[in-house]
């Protein structure tokens, strides 16, 4: 079904960097994903109305909730696939971080409101009237619930989405939900025992607990999370396969929502080399970056000289004491200034942002570090933080 449903409704469906392409899977996860979960609303909230059960009829409010998610996910990816303007340079992609969002705060106002009222059912509980169509009813709700979390989880994979892996998730958690439900009805039926109510609980509980982690996964994006470890990587692999580029530091990445990424880095070439012909090196490797990994990548030269005995001295030397000093991750930039009575070691650490020690700890642990070694160096530090 899902193979079918990709290839008849997703335009261009291996071309995975388009922006397009990625619209167009997010609309048809949409339209599915509305479709079905009107389907098992109306179901599942006439039966809960019909025979009069609180934990049915809570578990199709959820799927009306479902329901609407899909809808505002639908118009979130629709909003995000517009070009940039004039207002919006970077276009518009935050727009699904935004729907993610607004969903995830509906779930939890729904949540609490079921939970409120399952527990005045627990308090105050009515006689149910067992039927075998609110079995089968729900039967169906866990199959379709089912091929649904396998359906969002794939094109969430596919496409890299949060929001739709995030939609996999609480379909995932309804089929648990919806499966407490069954348990009940059976159990009231074969025991005579009424948990309608502590069953409703449960469901709401499932339904709150599932909107605080949709909440933290669309509040990251939009405050400014770290970058994927494995995006960073591929693009230091990238930068660090020519044999030009001697290092590269302050790798920062900017996120305007998925398949919008810019990122800047500074990378160390010879100083000593044609300035024209390192520049249109430089520019071809932001080319290719943009091509390859689908970054737009801009790169500030850093000129050094790798030939500078006194400066290969100190690099060994710094990274001694970076490797013994906790919370330091790494060090770049380093020069040396010689004077007739001392030389001043210039250079940039970087630090995690738990690091434990304070910065004038840490300029107190690399100068008398280097004097240990040289009396006349002289610490000339700057201290960055690691953001990728």
């Given at each position: 079904m899902k193979k079918?449903?990709?290839?008849?409704?997703?335009?261009?469906?291996?071309?995975?960097?388009?922006?397009?392409?990625?619209?167009?899977?997010?609309?048809?996860?949409?339209?599915?994903?509305?479709?079905?979960?009107?389907?098992?609303?109306?179901?599942?909230?006439?039966s809960g109305i019909i025979f009069g059960s609180i934990a049915i009829l809570a578990d199709g409010i959820n799927n009306l909730a479902d329901a609407s998610g899909s809808l505002i996910t639908l118009i979130g990816f629709k909003l995000a696939g517009r070009k940039?303007?004039?207002d919006h340079p970077y276009g518009h992609g935050r727009t699904e971080y935004l729907a993610g969002l607004v969903v995830s705060v509906m779930v939890l106002v729904i949540g609490i409101s079921l939970m409120k009222t399952s527990i005045e059912k627990t308090i105050h509980p009515e006689e149910l009237e067992f039927s075998v169509l609110s079995i089968v009813v729900l039967v169906v709700a866990i199959a379709i619930k089912l091929w649904q979390t396998s359906f969002n989880m794939s094109i969430g994979k596919i496409i890299d989405s949060d929001a739709l892996l995030a939609t996999g998730?609480?379909?995932?958690?309804?089929?648990?939900?919806?499966?407490?439900?069954?348990?009940?009805v059976i159990i009231g039926k074969l025991f005579g025992?009424?948990?309608d109510g502590p069953v409703g609980i449960i469901v709401a509980g499932f339904i709150i607990w599932s909107g605080i982690g949709l909440v933290k996964e669309t509040v990251a994006p939009i405050l400014g999370q770290a970058p994927d470890p494995e995006l960073v990587q591929e693009i230091a692999d990238l930068l660090e396969s020519e044999?030009?580029?001697?290092?590269?530091?302050?790798?920062?990445?900017?996120?305007?929502?998925?398949g919008r990424l810019f990122a800047s880095v500074h990378a160390e070439v010879?100083?000593?080399d044609n300035i024209f012909e390192i520049h249109d090196f430089i520019d071809n490797l932001e080319y290719q970056c943009m091509d390859e990994i689908g970054v737009m990548l801009t790169i500030?030269?850093?000129?050094?000289?790798p030939k500078d005995p006194v400066v290969a001295m100190a690099k060994e030397f710094i990274s001694e004491i970076v490797h013994s000093t906790e919370g330091v991750v790494n060090f770049h930039d380093v020069r040396a200034v010689s004077g007739p009575t001392h030389t001043n070691i210039v250079f940039d650490i970087v630090v995690e942002f738990d690091c434990k020690y304070s910065d004038e700890e840490l300029q107190k642990i690399f100068s008398d570090g280097l004097k240990s070694h040289?009396?006349?160096?002289?610490?000339?530090m700057n201290i960055d933080h690691k953001y990728a």
């Open positions: 079918f449903i990709i290839k008849h409704f997703v335009k261009n469906p291996d071309d995975l960097k388009s922006v397009e392409t990625r619209e167009s899977y997010g609309s048809v996860a949409g339209i599915v994903g509305i479709i079905s979960n009107l389907i098992l609303c109306i179901f599942k909230i006439g940039p303007d004039k998730a609480d379909s995932r958690n309804d089929v648990i939900s919806t499966s407490a439900v069954l348990l009940s025992i009424n948990l044999p030009k580029v001697l290092g590269i530091h302050d790798l920062i990445v900017h996120d305007y929502g998925p010879d100083g000593f500030h030269m850093d000129p050094v000289d040289n009396p006349k160096y002289n610490c000339v």
